[in-house]
T-cell receptor, first 114, second 111 residues
């Protein structure tokens, strides 16, 4: 039972480079989301999706793009990386069939932008 | 905007004692509140959820209280063990299936 799988675990980028953080879940959850975690600031929501073909912005969406072509996958794209995007990124999913459902998190991608 | 405050200083307690962590919030009336545990290098793991109409919730050695008048939740771990050492996050429902998280409190249980 894999749950939420994130790849890669670590990544170093130079300013201006692009990359995609991958997230996959095998629980058939409709809801998926991306958070970033910075010291002293807690988890902040970047983008989320309530189903294939549907995405919406969270608290800190600038500099990030997402798409949801399947229920299982929710990649996060950085088009032109900036040092301010150095952070730990977490993907999370939950079951929308329940009125209240906890989030299931992956183990994160630690990104450094130099 | 919603603001959630958790004690940023680490909480150090002796094994066997009760750990009490605090979560205060402002500018919102959440329908429910959740607590998560996070170990270094890992993603948060869900522990407990409490609804606005519930005063208290228990799960094994864990107890959560929710006071909507004080806008505060308390998270208790009784008979604490070194394995309970971790960072504990509280999170509030802010609508649209979005959770707002506090920055967490690190708990260290000394043997």
């Amino acid at each position: 039972n894999a749950g939420v799988t994130q790849t890669p675990k670590f990544q170093v980028l130079k300013t201006g480079q692009s990359m995609t953080l991958q997230c996959a879940q095998d629980m058939n959850h409709e809801y998926m989301s991306w958070y970033r975690q910075d010291p002293g600031m807690g988890l902040r929501l970047i983008h989320y999706s309530v189903g294939a073909g549907i995405t919406d912005q969270g608290e800190v969406p600038n500099g990030y793009n997402v798409s949801r072509s399947t229920t299982e996958d929710f990649p996060l794209r950085l088009l032109s990386a900036a040092p301010s995007q150095t952070s730990v990124y977490f993907c999370a999913s939950s079951d929308l069939s329940r009125k209240v459902s906890p989030l299931h998190f992956g183990n994160g991608t630690r990104l450094t932008v130099t | 905007s919603q603001k959630i405050e958790q004690n940023s200083e680490a909480l150090n307690i002796q094994e066997g004692k009760t750990a009490t962590l605090t979560c205060n919030y402002t500018n919102y009336s959440p329908a429910y509140l959740q607590w998560y545990r996070q170990d270094p290098g890992r993603g948060p793991v869900f522990l407990l959820l409490i609804r606005e109409n519930e005063k208290e919730k228990r799960k094994e050695r864990l107890k959560v209280t929710f006071d909507t008048t004080l806008k505060q939740s308390l998270f208790h771990i009784t008979a604490s063990q070194p394995a309970d050492s971790a960072t504990y996050l509280c999170a509030l429902d802010t609508g649209r299936r979005a959770l707002t998280f506090g920055s967490g409190t690190r708990l260290q249980v000394q043997p």
